[in-house]
């Protein structure tokens, strides 16, 4: 049984006798169906009984269910209600619209909307470059999906991915103070949706597209970036490179190897390995296989679509071919994107010496990280429940405050290396191990990190003419 997770958290009111024992025997009932009670609150004490709160972790839902049948199955025990915890936080969602400035009077008012908004708007429309600095476009991106690969749960639509996008958007705010805005389009037209972006790009300062689907993701991203002059970035390919990166030059050292040396065997090749074999080969990595679901990708194969193409042609140098088992033989790393047990034991045991491992699919990784560990030097997976855990949020509020800083208007290679750069760095020698490659979630200093790195390499390639920020005194002459 999979480990219990918050993901699954339940707080069960729960009508029990009034004697010393209640408490300890309705945690012994939670206990022995494999729930982990996280609290047990008594809310209301009777002479004859007790109002008990019992709040635990649970696997599933109908692990959930289990906890209850067993709380009821105690003699002079019923269960008054069921709460998922999960379900209450989302409760009329996740994100609110706070104004900055305070409308107290007569006098506030008039600046923060008529008469005076008049000038701010006649400013911006002398000079449009303005409303990065007096509008939210200085510090909002809008974050778009048309909700065709959310998740580990496919194509759910528009409205059921919104629960993701608000918590993409909080995440902005909480690491990095970015302002960020769900926007769930109600299409997979990839023409529509590149002119629906297009047309609502003036209020926001990037765009952030989130779970489309490949090869439209692609499509979507370079025509975007082409068409727009505010940074587009697709987390799923770039925010996970980044991280995978950053966690793959820490695993070297920890064993001792060089990236242009190591055999790199990637599986998956929709947008996140896509994006993970361009970005390692542009850092310098030599030796990289892709496998898909028909096995390795090689140039003796004929492909229909330009993404597998490309593949055949800038990766497996080597000509390897056949099963994704076939190819990690003698490999140094295993890179995984793609599905639940698509490798075991004997595949991590067929690796070189010295061998890692990143099984990133989630809920459930390419392998359970516990055997891996039997026969790899290093293993990493995308859940918190397991040491190393390679997650998006290291990177992608960084990277959007440091473009947002810089008044960015395109993203390159140097600036996605950078960010993986201050990643890694954020592990000092005293602290890595085959256990800690990657900083924690909650490092306070990483986003401010990558958004310095960000920056400064945003800079460094703009051209020397490039304008500068607008100051002060700008914005009070352009206003006269």
């Not at 909307?113 to 000079?127: D, H, K, M, N």
């Not at 990289?288 to 597998?308: C, F, L």
């Not at 990143?358 to 030097?377: C, G, K, Q, T, Y």
Request: with cysteine; aromatic share 4%; charged share 20%.
């Amino acid at each position: 049984m999979a480990n219990p997770s918050p993901g699954y958290s339940i707080t069960l009111r729960v009508q029990a006798p009034a004697s010393v024992s209640s408490t300890a025997e309705l945690a012994a009932a939670v206990g022995r169906v494999g729930a982990a009670v996280t609290a047990l609150d008594v809310v209301e004490s009777r002479p004859d009984a007790l109002i008990v709160d019992v709040t635990c972790n649970t696997t599933n839902a109908d692990h959930g269910t289990q906890v209850q049948d067993a709380l009821a199955a105690l003699a002079d025990v019923s269960v008054l209600h069921t709460s998922d915890r999960t379900f209450l936080m989302h409760l009329g969602g996740k994100l609110e619209i706070v104004p900055k400035v305070p409308l107290r009077n007569r006098d506030d008012l008039s600046r923060a909307y008529t008469p005076g908004v008049a000038r701010v708007c006649l400013a911006i429309a002398e000079r449009p470059e303005d409303a990065r600095n007096l509008t939210v476009k200085r510090n909002t991106i809008a974050v778009v999906t048309d909700g065709s690969a959310v998740l580990g749960l496919g194509n759910i639509g528009p409205a059921a991915a919104l629960p993701v996008m608000e918590g993409k958007a909080a995440l902005f705010k909480q690491f990095a103070d970015v302002d960020a805005w769900p926007v769930c389009l109600d299409t997979q037209d990839t023409d529509e949706i590149v002119k629906i972006v297009k047309a609502i790009a003036p209020v926001y300062g990037g765009v952030n597209l989130e779970d489309i689907a490949a090869p439209r993701c692609f499509e979507i991203e370079a025509r975007l970036r082409e068409e727009l002059d505010i940074p587009v970035f697709h987390d799923d390919q770039h925010g996970t490179a980044i991280v995978t990166l950053a966690a793959l030059q820490n695993a070297l050292r920890v064993v001792g190897k060089q990236l242009a040396d190591v055999r790199i065997v990637v599986s998956g090749v929709g947008a996140a390995g896509s994006a993970i074999i361009q970005l390692l080969k542009a850092e310098g990595a030599q030796h990289i296989v892709a496998a898909g679901r028909s096995g390795v990708i090689h140039a003796g194969e004929q492909y229909t679509d330009e993404h597998r193409r490309w593949l055949a042609a800038n990766t497996n140098a080597a000509g390897v071919t056949g099963t994704l088992s076939d190819a990690l033989a003698g490999a140094d790393v295993f890179i995984g994107v793609s599905a639940p047990n698509v490798i075991g034991e004997a595949e991590v045991r067929s690796m070189a010496e010295g061998a890692i491992v990143f099984a990133m699919a989630n809920p459930d990784p390419e392998i359970d990280p516990v055997l891996a560990a039997r026969h790899a030097a290093v293993v990493a997976t995308g859940r918190s429940d397991f040491p190393n855990q390679i997650n998006n949020v290291l990177a992608f509020p960084g990277f959007f405050r440091g473009l947002l800083d810089a008044h960015a208007v395109e993203i390159t290679p140097a600036m996605l290396v950078a960010a993986a750069d201050a990643i890694a760095k954020r592990v000092s020698d005293d602290e890595l191990h085959a256990s800690y490659i990657i900083p924690s979630v909650f490092d306070p200093l990483v986003a401010g990190d990558v958004a310095a790195a960000v920056a400064a390499a945003a800079q460094a390639g703009s051209p020397a003419d490039a304008p500068a920020d607008v100051s002060a005194d700008d914005l009070e002459r352009s206003a006269a």
